[in-house]
């Protein structure tokens, strides 16, 4: 069995799963399948049977489980964008579909060596930094929660920070391969890049008050440099020069100070100062309101969920209880309605992905390639982290999405080039030469 | 760069793993906790579809607390209704989408909702749910006498107060009356009419459970604790005899008589109760010092949050209260002795306890663990709890207890609470009249046992609080508790 055969079936179990996870939803909502439901799990196979079909031709000796993972992530993704609002199944479909499109088109372009990137490394740091830098521009940036992450152009919201961080990684897999030598020396004037790279990420969070993907890029840059060099004693560096500059950025800005309190407690038994209306309230009620709302969202899932469309998460008027379900809390809302059971499954998907990534990295010939591999995955993975481990108080919470499931054009988007990136590499490696 | 890469990996892994792990504490650890938390509103909507057990009073039995169906979105909700309204407010409480829980709706939430864990509810709850039945939660009969509870409210009428009844061999709680009270079923929709409510006093709180809540000074029903206290110190008996002149010195300074125009002269114990001599106390409180008084009064319950089934935050402790938490004194200098003695001196009381005193006095110094619900039955018919009649501690000794059982009722015979009289049956009480300070507005009590001989135990005990009286508590609250004991003892004569 090639790679390829067995990335078909898995395709046809994805499917299943996906047509399962719709057909729950159309069930619980109107009491029966609808042909609109139906259609939606025949047009999303297809969809990844094109996609399949285009990896035969460019990437034939390619990892067969990405493709079905990331078709079981985006199938949830949609069916829950489905429950939460009617209108956002269709919508996050079209970006799916979109993404499967440039994930076609990025493996048709590359399909001969995609180490060309390598010589353009320069112009993919510099296009990060001005992706990161773009919401700031007066006129462009859009504040959402406190948070600018968004471009508006025109019609269309843009998040910059995901395109941004793909950017990093294929420059920094570029420049550490051609610099991972000297590197490797230690010598104290080696260290300027490293100074210069974490004093933009911390202006990056002064800039957009945006800890969530400062704490991603630098995190990507660390494991990287890790990769490249094997010295751990950057790692301890960098770590230290993070949480210098955090506590820093903690002294400095309030909106830093308040993300840290609401994670330390978001529960208090007395009344708080409230910023949100300047009376006492509890900071359940206040601050912490959507934190502790998608707690209690989780909680009410339990051991085995409600069932795919039969969560709680509005009150019978239809207020809705738990803000921003569909972006941030995406996964508070998988964990009612699919319980422990099946998040963990989905955080086992995450988790396969995470390792076929690597795997493939290992396996990868030359230096750029590991390093791209490599950077990649960690990036999926501690995106992952950052995101699902804040909306479980493991972490501060921040605005990030969580790859394949939470609505978002850029989001899939970005996380299709991943894919692409780590198909073309594994294709690379695995090829008969 | 493969070792790297491979301890990447295993970093990799652990963030995930960590999600792994945390997810489980807050699904399974967690859950229960997070559940009961009251801004919880998720979780009181999910109950919604929950066909929540019902509320019944004891006797005559209806249902203090029922559903009404409506369809949502394609799915069965339970909305509660209240057909009593604010006849048992304060102690069925309510349960609605919008707000918290209060009551026995807050704190039997796991019965009502059948959530309480128990295998064979469990087997139950998971068949309705494959069956696509609404889960059914357990019904639960309080001990409420609701003939009697409408006497008590009815007969508090517009003042501010409280009226809780119980039977003090067995601690079942017969009324609990809060007033002014509120209607539950307007909670959800129609609550700014419940914050408009008006009564007599300067803030009405209808949500206020004043029965088991509300903290108020004793006055002269503090005198039977003291009393308790000095005869079974030893150094007193009822027949001890004092010089009333009308006053007490404290530190120097006369405090006055209620009454200061007719000093009593020579008077007993027993008679100092009967017309409530406020010096004689005062001088016996000197005497035992705060702490033997103090440490009476924890027999009887004092310091501690009675244990009723209502939710603790709506049940307050009695005692002494300094910037309004329960303050121990550690000398007995620290505490004004001769007029705590007398119900005065930053000493606060709820009904609740000050009815339990009454008991313990009526029953031979048993003082007994006061409830509320006399069972809880699962939809099939088996009873999940019935609480059985539990002794909290022996309070004062038997002959102590007869001897100021005798003294209370003595003055309901020909002493301050003449009002009280009951033909056919035994009633022993205790007037109070606690100033708060601003004349005009008393707070008034009265205090109680009744029973149908001298050598039984007492059948009922009753506490009657009222607030911003002009009256005392013989005019006042004395009146009230004769209604309500009689309505309990002839429903008990007719069950």
């Known amino acids: 069995m090639s790679a390829r055969d067995r990335e078909l079936a898995g395709l046809v179990l994805a499917g299943l799963v996906a047509g399962l996870a719709l057909a729950s939803v159309a069930i619980a909502r109107e009491g029966s399948l609808s042909p609109r439901a139906a259609a939606f799990a025949a047009g999303f196979f297809a969809l990844y049977l094109t ?37 956002g199944g269709a919508r996050q479909a079209l970006w799916v ?37 773009l919401p700031s521009v007066p006129g462009l940036g859009e504040r959402v929660n406190g948070v600018r992450l ?29 610099k991972r030598e000297t590197l490797a020396q230690g010598r104290l004037k080696d260290l300027g890049p490293l100074l210069a790279i974490w004093g933009a990420a911390m202006l990056v969070v002064v800039q957009t008050n945006d800890l969530g993907s400062a704490l991603l890029n630098f995190g990507i840059f660390l494991a990287m440099l890790y990769v490249a060099t094997g010295r751990a004693l950057y790692v301890g560096v960098g770590l230290g020069l993070f949480a210098g500059g955090a506590a820093l950025l903690y002294t400095a800005l309030q909106h830093v100070r308040d993300r840290v309190t609401i994670w330390l407690e978001p529960w208090t038994d007395e009344r708080v100062y409230c910023a949100l209306n300047g009376r006492l309230e509890l900071r359940q009620d206040c601050a912490s309101y959507q934190l502790v709302k998608s707690l209690y969202s989780i909680a009410n899932g339990g051991f085995g969920g409600t069932g795919l469309g039969r969560g709680t998460f509005a009150a019978p008027d239809g207020t809705e209880l738990i803000p921003f379900l569909r972006t941030d809390f995406v996964y508070s809302a998988l964990a009612q309605e699919l319980g422990l059971v099946g998040v963990s499954a989905l955080l086992l998907c995450y988790l396969l992905f995470v390792v076929r990534g690597m795997r493939i990295a290992l396996r990868a010939g030359d230096g750029f390639s590991k390093l791209l591999a490599a950077g990649l995955t960690f990036g999926f993975a501690l995106q992952t982290f950052v995101i699902v481990g804040g909306v479980l108080r493991v972490v501060p919470l921040t605005g990030i999405t969580l790859p394949f499931l939470s609505y978002g054009g850029t989001s899939v988007l970005a996380n299709f080039l991943l894919l692409a990136g780590l198909l073309l590499v594994s294709n690379r490696a695995a090829a008969p030469r | 760069m493969n070792r790297q890469i491979v301890r990447l990996t295993h970093v990799s892994l652990a963030l995930l793993a960590v999600l792994v792990v945390m997810t489980t504490y807050w699904q399974t650890w967690a859950a229960p906790g997070l559940a009961d938390r009251q801004d919880n509103a998720i979780r009181r909507v999910a109950e919604l579809a929950i066909e929540r057990g019902l509320i019944f009073s004891f006797a005559p039995r209806r249902r203090l607390a029922r559903n009404v169906e409506r369809e949502v979105d394609g799915s069965t909700l339970f909305f509660r209704r209240y057909p009593y309204g604010p006849l048992t407010a304060h102690v ?8 918290s829980r209060t009551g026995l709706e807050r704190s039997l939430n796991d019965y009502l909702t059948g959530a309480t864990d128990n295998l064979s509810s469990v087997v139950d709850k998971a068949l309705d749910e494959l069956r696509g039945r609404p889960v059914r939660g357990s019904d639960v009969v309080t001990t409420i006498d609701l003939d009697a509870q409408r006497v008590a409210l009815e007969a508090l009428g517009t003042r501010c107060g409280a009226v809780v009844a119980l039977d003090p061999r067995t601690g079942k709680v017969r009324v609990l009356v809060s007033s002014p009270s509120f209607d539950p079923n307007l909670v959800e929709t129609r609550f700014a009419q419940i914050s408009r409510i008006t009564a007599d006093c300067a803030s009405p709180a209808p949500l206020l459970d004043r029965a088991t809540a509300g903290l108020y000074v004793p006055g ?86 009675p244990p009723l089934e209502t939710p603790s935050e709506e049940r307050a402790a009695s005692g002494l209260y300094r910037n309004r938490k329960l303050y121990t004194p550690r000398l007995d200098s620290d505490v004004d002795a001769g007029r705590m003695a007398f119900g005065q001196e930053r000493m606060l009381v709820t009904p609740l306890q000050m009815a339990m005193v009454a008991g313990a006095i009526g029953t031979g110094g048993r003082l007994m663990e ?14 999940v709890l019935r609480p059985r009649p539990k002794l909290l501690r022996e309070a004062v000794s038997e002959e102590t207890a007869q001897a100021v059982a005798r003294m209370m009722r003595l003055a309901v015979e020909r002493g301050t609470g003449t009002a009280a009289r009951l033909s056919g049956f035994v009633v022993g009480g205790k007037t109070g009249t606690g100033e708060t300070g601003v004349p005009g507005s008393n707070t008034t009590w009265f205090i109680a046992f009744a029973g149908r001989s001298e050598d039984e135990p007492a059948e009922v005990a009753i506490a009657v609080v009222l607030e911003n009286q002009s009256g005392t508590g013989g005019t006042t609250a004395a009146p009230i508790a004769r209604a309500v004991l009689e309505a309990l003892l002839a429903s008990a004569e007719n069950p």
């Open chain 2, 220 to 305: 002269s029903t503090f005198k039977v604790i003291t009393a308790s206290a000095a005869l079974e110190s030893g150094k007193y008996t009822p027949e001890s005899s004092f010089f009333d002149p009308g006053y007490c010195l404290v530190y120097g300074k006369r405090v006055s008589n209620f009454d200061t125009s007719r000093p009593f002269g020579t008077i007993s114990l027993e008679n100092a109760l009967v017309h409530s001599v406020n010096s004689v106390f005062c001088n016996v409180g000197l005497k035992l010092g705060a702490k033997r008084i103090l440490e009476q009064a924890r027999r009887f319950g004092f310091y501690q949050r």
């Open chain 1, 150 to 178: 968004w471009v508006q152009a025109g019609p269309l919201q843009f998040q910059p920070g995901e395109l941004a961080k793909i950017c990093l990684i294929v420059f920094l897999a570029g420049y550490l391969r051609e």
């Open chain 2, 370 to 383: 006061p409830h509320v619900v006399e069972r809880i039955v699962r939809p099939g018919g088996r009873v």
């Open chain 2, 92 to 99: 069925v409480g309510y349960s609605t989408a919008g707000r």
């Open chain 1, 97 to 133: 579909a979109i993404g499967v499109g440039v994930l076609v088109a990025t493996l048709i372009v590359l399909r001969r060596d995609y180490r060309v990137l390598e010589s353009y490394r320069y112009l993919f740091g510099i296009a990060a930094v001005l992706l990161l830098l």
């Open chain 1, 51 to 87: 996609a399949h079909a285009v990896a035969r031709r460019t990437v034939p000796y390619a990892d067969g489980g990405l493709l079905p993972l990331a078709a079981v992530l985006t199938g949830v993704g949609v069916a829950i964008n489905e429950r939460l609002d009617p209108a």
